[in-house]
């Protein structure tokens, strides 16, 4: 350590502190075991003195007085803001005897690092140190808020050795920005919540009222749920959190988007009362996410509905897990070790005792696959109760008889989709689904249809609007002298359709009636009972007011024909939630081939059936959730590199590498040439060995992090695209 003059000093025992001779060289820094420093330890000792700066150091010192350990608890467990792999440990500082009431356990703190001052948090506080070198003292302590709870500080933990990535990366995601004016301010008061009258939504549901019961009485049900089509699954969910506060526990709720996010807190602000809960959002002034964040953590706010973000929420005695609509792809965290909620939470639940749902429209095969373990139990309404609140769904093939109406033709609809279009609109608004945003997404050469690609990059041609010029969707530039590089033909012709250019269409189709657009940019909440036309893309769909009298669902096969395993499970959850906002009874068309199980299974409107044959499926090629891979993207040299350095388990597979496409390999091409070349391998293991090849894949980006590696390769534990 250092004294405050810069001069080295010895810590001979907790109860003095002796300088160090001047004729004795400063000690080397702590090597690789030690508490605390540098690319292997450290502790902040300079190596060598400037003439005379020990006389002025030790001038200083005599005037300003020697720092002393506090006297109980004097070692300060330290996770330090460090970005290298190998160092994902705690380091050990000593606490001085005037920082000793503020450096509290989960308080925010400063040390020098390396010869850097850093952030970090203080985990815990102990009377010794396995650190047989020297130790520095904290620099300072920057709030003695404990922002750091101890359940959150074990799960981050859990959750970086789950996906192979570092505390600190996972502590990022789960604490927000300190805002020291907001930290200045009040605690709240927590008020106690009554019980519920009823089981409410719940009733609809044979086992719903005994999932509540045992909320009530402080056990811990889990449940895979398959809400009924319609808006109810809010107040359902707002519920279930009344039950648990009012036996005297907290309940998280985490949904996909800000528009869950506002219909789950009306439903808890009906249900609970104005102030009871808190809603956490991207969206919110940074002031104002951390007002909130405080509510939760002081514990003034014991419900909380947010999305991803907020499956850290630090709520006391956390008795609820929710995650809603756990198949949607917004879901999983984009930055480092990238953690689904639907594993978080599940692990909170396992850990804090607490019960858990997770629900939707559809069942995905990871739910699925919760239920056959018996992790958790299925929670479904009877088939009474589903044909009394389904809408009517009729497919209809892409290769159906062409309709006779020239309106029809103007708007690429098929004569079935056409005829319940203008009856619905009669009684209300209609929704229209386009599986693609923008106007002409995808261009093709006029004469022999060979896509029309980017002379740089590769990358696919498209148009903003009929008076536009082609433009690449990689690199932005303009192609507007596009030869095709087959034929020499320069016309183009679209091969996908854009929302924008639907809307046009329909426009054209159906005179007189308004035609409104949601999707990307533009994303519609709500919209009135009055007649119009609603195009959307998946994701994007408003809520109507009464339900939508009719939906169509259009260019099924540009869905159900992605290169993606989940492209069948995927579809299917996005027609079913589009058809869940239309009217009891109310037509539903879908341009698709009736005898695919996609479209059977939303004609039966039975997910279950479907993601039960999915996973059944999957189990017999070998791919998740039957079992545990990981990706990893970077440069074949770099890949080589780390897959030699990783202890793979017994019975791991790795396939590939393959060349990696732009997206996944987050290295999008430039003006002035192709982007670096990227490849991507998967490492496929029986589930039982995923945590050990979570752990290989760590230790090995540690080992390639000690050699100093210049090129670092991203590793993600069970992703969502594998293809």
């Not at 060979?450 to 009929?466: D, I, V």
């Amino acid at each position: 350590m250092t004294n405050e003059g810069g001069e080295a000093e010895l810590i001979p025992g907790l109860d003095d502190i002796v300088p160090e001779p001047a004729a004795k060289p400063p000690r080397k820094p702590a090597g690789k075991n030690g508490g605390n420093g540098g690319n292997g330890g450290g502790n902040g000792a300079k190596t060598a003195a400037k003439p005379g700066a020990k006389g002025a150091a030790a001038r200083r010192t005599a005037k300003k007085g020697a720092r002393r350990p506090a006297d109980n608890l004097p070692v300060a467990r330290i996770a330090v803001d460090v970005a290298l792999p190998h160092l994902d440990r705690p380091f050990d500082y000593l606490v001085q005897t005037e920082l000793d009431e503020q450096a509290v356990p989960g308080c925010r703190v400063r040390v020098r690092f390396a010869g850097q001052l850093v952030d970090g948090f203080l985990l815990e506080r102990v009377a010794e140190s396995d650190h047989e070198g020297r130790l520095s003292f904290l620099d300072r302590v920057v709030s003695p808020e404990p922002v750091l709870a101890p359940e959150i500080a074990a799960l981050a933990r859990e959750v970086a050795d789950r996906y192979a990535g570092s505390l600190f990366d996972v502590l990022r995601l789960a604490i927000p920005p300190r805002q020291a004016r907001v930290e200045a301010e009040p605690p709240g008061e927590h008020s106690g919540t009554e019980a519920p009258d009823g089981p409410g939504a719940w009733a609809g549901y044979p086992n719903g009222p005994s999932f509540l019961t045992a909320l009530a009485g402080g056990r811990a049900p889990r449940a895979v749920w398959t809400a009924l089509p319609g808006p109810e699954w809010a107040a359902a969910l707002a519920r279930a959190a009344a039950v648990a506060l009012a036996a005297g526990r907290g309940a998280l709720i985490v949904v996909a988007d800000w528009r869950d996010v506002a219909r789950v807190d009306e439903a808890l602000t009906a249900e609970l009362g104005e102030g009871r809960h808190v809603a956490l959002t991207a969206d919110l002034k940074p002031s104002e996410r951390y007002r909130r964040w405080l509510a939760i953590l002081r514990g003034s706010a014991r419900a909380v509905v947010g999305t991803r973000a907020a499956m850290f929420a630090p709520v006391h005695d956390l008795g609820l897990v929710v995650l809603w609509d756990d198949g949607d792809d917004v879901h999983p965290d984009p930055h480092a070790p990238y953690p689904h909620p639907r594993e978080v939470l599940a692990l909170r639940a396992h850990r804090t005792g607490a019960a858990a749902l997770i629900g939707g429209f559809t069942r995905t095969t990871e739910g699925t696959q919760l239920v056959e373990s018996g992790w958790a139990h299925a929670l479904a309404a009877d088939r009474v109760r589903i044909r009394e609140l389904m809408p009517r769904v009729g497919p209809v093939g892409e290769d159906a008889e062409l309709p006779k109406d020239a309106a029809a033709r103007t708007a690429r609809l098929p004569n079935m989709a056409f005829q319940a279009a203008r009856r619905a609109l009669e009684d209300g608004p209609v929704l229209v689904q386009v599986p693609r945003r923008g106007y002409l997404p995808a261009l093709a050469c006029g004469r022999c249809r060979t896509q029309a690609r980017c002379t740089a990059c590769q990358g696919p041609l498209a148009l903003q609007s009929s008076h536009a010029t082609p433009y690449c969707r990689w690199c932005g530039r303009i192609a507007g002298d596009w030869r095709c590089p087959e034929c020499g033909h320069i016309h183009i012709r679209a091969i996908v359709v854009g929302a924008k250019r639907t809307a046009e269409e329909l426009g054209r189709a159906f005179p007189g009636v308004a035609v409104r657009t949601s999707g990307r940019g533009a994303v519609l909440d709500r919209i009135g009972p009055q007649r119009a036309l609603v195009v959307a893309t998946p994701g994007a769909e408003p809520m109507a007011e009464d339900g939508y009298t009719a939906a169509l669902l259009l260019d099924g096969w540009a869905l159900l024909g992605r290169a993606d395993l989940r492209a069948g499970e995927e579809t299917l959850r996005r027609w079913m939630n589009a058809a869940a906002l239309v009217r009891p009874g109310g037509p539903v068309v879908v341009a698709a081939d009736g005898s695919l199980p996609a479209v059977q299974a939303l004609v039966r409107w039975d997910p279950v059936t479907f993601a039960e044959r999915e996973l059944e499926e999957r189990r017999e090629a070998g791919f998740p959730p039957a079992v545990r891979m990981a990706s990893l993207t970077a440069s074949p040299a770099a890949i080589r590199g780390l897959l030699s350095d990783a202890r793979l388990p017994d019975g791991a597979e790795v396939l590939g590498p393959v060349s990696a496409p732009a997206s996944a390999a987050s290295a999008p091409a430039t003006l002035e040439g192709d982007a670096p070349e990227r490849e991507r391998a998967l490492i496929r293991v029986r589930r039982a060995a995923g945590p050990a090849l979570a752990k290989a894949l760590k230790e090995a980006q540690g080992v390639r992090s000690a050699r100093k590696a210049e090129e670092y390769v991203r590793v993600q534990i069970d992703p969502l695209e594998l293809l």
